[in-house]
Structure formats: C-alpha cells, structure tokens
C-alpha cells in the first residue's frame, strides 16, 4: 500500500505463501469445501443452471475471504464494498463459465498443455521449452484479453478502485507460475517470470521524514510520511486519513480529499485538475 495515498500498488505474495501455511486446520478445511462445492457448481453448469452457478460462486468466494482474510484487497475496507466484491466476483465467474469463448480457450488450454514434452536430467524432470511457450503464450494472452474485456465493462467499474489491473493480472497467474517453476530450466523460468510481470525486484526505500499518528480505526499507531494524504494501518487493514483537505492550485478553494488522492482531482469551485501526488515512476 502507497504510503502517501493508501492505494493498492501490489501483492507480496512470498507472505501469501505464509498465510496459506499458516494453519494446516484452515487450509485442509478450505480445500475439503472448495472440492465440496466445485463439485456442484460443475453439475450447475452441466445442466445449465447459471442461477445455482452464481450462486454456488457467490457461497465460494465468501468462505475462501472467510477462511483467509489476509487474501482479500486491502482496498476492501468496509461491509460495503466486500458485498460489491463478492456480487463482482460471483457475477464474472458465472459468465465466463457460460461463454462459449472461454469455454472453447479452456479446451485449448487442457490440450496445450498435454502437449508439453518433458526431458530427464540430473537436475529433474524438465518441460521442453518451445510446447511449454505455447501454453504459457497462450495463457497470458487470453487472460490479457479477459482482464481488457473486463476492466472496460462499465458494469464491474469500482474494480479500478478495489483491485488494479496489473495486480488482478498477476494474481490470475500467479498460480500458473508456482506450479511449473520447478519443471522449468533455469533460463525458462528467467523467461516465464518477465512473460507474467513477475520479475520486478524491490528494494528498501529510505524512509520519508514524517510523524507517528493514531489509527483511525484501531490503537495502533502509524507512521505517516510528511506530504502523506491516506496511510494504512498493517494491523487493522484500514486506512486513516492523515488530511481532510487540499487547496485548490490554481483558484485556492478548499476541497475534500477523495478515496483516491493518487488521480488528479478536479477542483469543486474552478474545476482545475489538480494532482496531489506526484508518481515517482511509471504513470
């Protein structure tokens, strides 16, 4: 989370790792009911019951966020949007489960990937690179093309504020990559990781000057850089505002600070684009 503006930037997912670890109770219970309902949403779907479907998707996502909650975005913060992102996540999941595309690339996918040769060495069991590319092509390129069709669907709009693209993306693949890392060469993998947008590397930051102040929502206290609008708090996952207002650059009036201080704001009494925050890097 931006520590000037509380916006979602990414996702760390060796911490996610963790989580799934964490407690074996939660997780066996998660995956005994995961297979308990995929097994009826796959008969909803055979019989072409898109109501129990969506149904048996919105029951789903509830239990997985239930079981994990670390998992859930942090942008997710109130009753509110976590019933708009349940609604979300049954609604898109149901349709394309019905769509004859997805259906028809699902096929694709299964035989790509019973198509992949494997070779034998000291160092293990290997996919051949050039019929695992075709999978892996072919998996970043429909779900680039799913992820397009549905950030522009005026209908799932609050996604840009809930769960940015880019991380949606990478979540959507992550899983892929966890799975055949080990059946990769090392070059391979160098080359599935740049494919995905998973070979980013951080690094620390220096810390801005700034002060500690009270959360707003739970007795930690937080450090919130100087210049800082929203922070968030790591315990409670909730973000404080810092500010609760800007003034205007170019006609001076005050205005309230939005839920996303990151964009430009247009000013309530000149209508002047202002920018709160300045972008280190990228857009």
């Known amino acids: 989370m931006c520590d000037f503006c509380g916006a979602f930037t ?27 309902l995929m097994s009826r949403a796959q008969m909803a779907l055979a019989a072409g019951d898109q109501r129990g479907y969506y149904a048996i998707q919105k029951e789903f996502w509830d239990f997985y966020y ?84 549905f950030y522009r669907d005026p209908k799932f709009n609050i996604m840009h504020e ?42 620390e930051i220096e810390r801005p000057a700034g002060n500690t102040i009270s959360c707003g929502s739970c007795p930690n206290q937080i450090y919130a850089p100087e210049g800082s609008y929203k922070v968030f708090c790591e315990k409670c996952r909730k973000t404080t505002n810092v500010r609760a207002q800007f003034f205007c650059m170019s006609c001076g009036s005050a205005n309230e600070i939005p839920e996303n201080p990151a964009k430009p704001i247009d000013c309530a009494s000149c209508g002047i684009a202002n920018r709160l925050v300045q972008p280190q890097f990228g857009n």
Request: charged share 20%; proline share 5%.
């Open 66 to 149: 239930r079981s994990f909650p670390a998992y859930l975005p942090p942008s997710i913060d109130t009753d509110k949007k976590y019933a708009i992102y349940l609604e979300i996540c049954a609604v898109s999941s149901t349709e394309s489960a019905f769509d004859p595309k997805w259906q028809k690339y699902g096929t694709q996918q299964q035989h790509l990937q019973a198509a992949i040769k494997y070779t034998s060495s000291a160092e293990g069991t290997k996919a051949e690179t050039q019929s695992f590319f075709r999978l892996a092509d072919f998996l970043a390129a429909i779900t680039k093309e799913g992820m397009n069709a």
């Open 162 to 203: 809930l769960l940015p693209e880019p991380v949606h993306f990478k979540m959507k693949t992550s899983m892929f990559v966890q799975a055949w890392l080990p059946y990769l060469t090392d070059a391979d993998a160098n080359r599935l990781l740049k494919l995905l947008g998973f070979s980013n590397e951080y690094v």
């Open 10 to 36: 990414d996702i760390d997912f060796a911490v996610g790792i963790d989580t799934w670890n964490e407690s074996a109770p939660t997780t066996l219970n998660y995956q005994f009911q995961k297979m308990a």
